[in-house]
């Protein structure tokens, strides 16, 4: 019988791999960096785990103290049997903030991570210093589902289109397609990391169920919860930078330019160039640059750490 494929930690990553109880899960996390310097905390997107920071987070460690969690559910973390909503998301990222004993913390939010940012923002305005919303945003208009998305929103259905491309290899790793500006222009090695992940994520059923749960939950709040958190991004005081790629074909442009003008002067939007839905992985040394830019560094961190390990 043929042993079905792990989520094996990227070599480089293996001496920050740490492991942390709460009160109803294990969540799989990356500590590194010194302990007294700025907090970046850096939350993954839908269907994905903390490794899709692999490429940040070596270079940012010598600036930061990098921790990068995944989501539970996903990745190498626990789940419940039930519902994976936003509102549980941000309240398992609180209890994990807390354990940790975090202050004065980043965050640094991808896509679905993002809305968990604003979320914690929202909630924890005192231990926020300021947040970075990567190709994502709260909701904060009435939006329906596109045509592409209702199959997997339909219960059965959605667990049935995840099980046909199960059947193929290829046909999974082209199912990344729409997330990058060029899938099969991404270095080879990253093409080979993401063949196997995509394969490992379709046959881990936890990862399955909490990917379809939560994108669920994304739906009914975006047509029915948008207003309200349209008022709550509005009084939210936390600095925000938005970025986002000139080719992301998930989350519009327009959701996160109607974000900038409700945040009134505390909010920046920043485009990036022949970029998707990744830039993490894309556009990796500009999203390091920025973030140096961004964030303050505790002691004498090069500016250029990202260029000296981009090949890491």
């Given at each position: 019988?043929?042993?079905?494929?792990?989520?094996?930690?990227p070599?480089?990553?293996?001496?920050?791999?740490?492991?942390?109880?709460?009160?109803?899960?294990?969540?799989?996390?990356?500590?590194?960096?010194?302990?007294?310097?700025?907090?970046?905390?850096l939350?993954?997107?839908?269907?994905?785990?903390a490794d899709?920071?692999?490429?940040?987070?070596?270079?940012?460690?010598?600036?930061?103290?990098?921790?990068?969690?995944?989501?539970?559910?996903?990745?190498?973390s626990?789940g419940?049997?039930?519902?994976?909503?936003?509102?549980?998301?941000?309240?398992?990222?609180?209890?994990?903030?807390?354990?940790?004993n975090?202050?004065?913390?980043?965050?640094?939010?991808?896509?679905?991570?993002?809305m968990?940012?604003?979320?914690?923002?929202?909630g924890?305005?005192?231990?926020?210093?300021q947040q970075?919303l990567?190709?994502?945003c709260?909701?904060?208009?009435?939006?329906?589902?596109?045509?592409?998305?209702?199959?997997?929103?339909?219960?059965?259905?959605?667990?049935?289109?995840?099980?046909g491309?199960?059947?193929?290899?290829e046909l999974?790793?082209?199912?990344?397609?729409p997330?990058?500006?060029?899938?099969?222009?991404?270095p080879?090695?990253?093409?080979?990391?993401?063949?196997?992940?995509?394969?490992?994520?379709?046959?881990?059923?936890?990862?399955?169920?909490?990917?379809?749960?939560?994108?669920?939950?994304?739906a009914?709040?975006?047509?029915?919860?948008a207003?309200?958190?349209?008022?709550l991004?509005?009084?939210?005081?936390?600095?925000?930078?938005?970025?986002?790629?000139?080719?992301?074909m998930?989350?519009?442009?327009?959701?996160?330019?109607?974000?900038?003008?409700?945040?009134?002067?505390?909010?920046?939007?920043?485009?990036?160039?022949?970029?998707?839905h990744?830039?993490q992985?894309?556009?990796?040394?500009?999203?390091?640059?920025?973030?140096?830019?961004?964030?303050?560094?505790?002691?004498?961190?090069?500016?250029?750490?990202?260029?000296?390990?981009?090949?890491?």
């Amino acid at each position: 019988m043929q042993r079905k494929p792990t989520m094996d930690i990227p070599p480089a990553l293996v001496p920050y791999a740490r492991r942390i109880a709460l009160r109803d899960l294990e969540l799989f996390y990356y500590d590194a960096g010194a302990a007294k310097v700025p907090i970046l905390l850096l939350i993954h997107g839908l269907g994905d785990e903390a490794d899709t920071w692999r490429a940040i987070i070596p270079p940012l460690a010598q600036r930061y103290r990098v921790i990068a969690p995944d989501l539970p559910g996903f990745g190498r973390s626990s789940g419940p049997k039930g519902g994976y909503s936003l509102t549980f998301f941000a309240r398992t990222m609180a209890e994990f903030i807390t354990a940790l004993n975090l202050q004065q913390v980043t965050l640094v939010g991808h896509s679905l991570g993002a809305m968990i940012a604003q979320r914690l923002s929202i909630g924890l305005p005192r231990l926020i210093q300021q947040q970075i919303l990567i190709s994502g945003c709260l909701p904060i208009k009435p939006q329906c589902p596109t045509r592409r998305l209702w199959p997997l929103l339909l219960p059965g259905v959605g667990e049935l289109i995840l099980a046909g491309i199960q059947r193929s290899r290829e046909l999974a790793f082209q199912s990344l397609r729409p997330f990058y500006y060029n899938l099969y222009e991404l270095p080879a090695r990253e093409q080979r990391f993401l063949r196997r992940r995509v394969w490992a994520r379709l046959h881990h059923v936890r990862q399955r169920r909490a990917t379809l749960s939560a994108l669920r939950w994304l739906a009914v709040d975006s047509l029915f919860r948008a207003h309200q958190y349209l008022d709550l991004v509005s009084e939210c005081p936390t600095p925000t930078i938005l970025i986002g790629g000139d080719h992301d074909m998930i989350v519009a442009g327009e959701c996160i330019e109607a974000t900038e003008v409700v945040l009134e002067g505390r909010g920046q939007y920043i485009h990036l160039e022949y970029c998707g839905h990744m830039p993490q992985q894309e556009c990796f040394e500009q999203i390091c640059e920025l973030i140096a830019e961004l964030v303050p560094a505790g002691h004498n961190g090069e500016a250029d750490a990202c260029n000296e390990h981009a090949d890491g």
